[in-house]
């Protein structure tokens, strides 16, 4: 076989499975964070920036209402 081919070949193979470990993958939890300054609260999957911290969480849904079940493996 040509050099060229089994490079070929393998890249093929690579990205096919990487297209697979995405169609596999979770969307990311949500969490409830609260303000420092003020105490308001907000539910985001990722911080709101400085003077935010995390105080719940993690849960499956936007409104921070249902707790998402971790199970071990």
Known sequence: MRPELHAARLGL?????????????????W???????????ACAQASPGEGWSRVGGPFVDARCRRPLRVVPL
Do not use: H, I, Q, T
Request: aromatic share 8%; with cysteine; net charge neutral.
């Open 13 to 29: 193979v690579g990205g096919l499975m990487c297209l697979a470990a995405l169609a596999c993958a979770a969307p990311a939890p």
């Open 31 to 41: 969490y409830l964070w609260r303000s420092l300054s003020n105490g308001s609260e």
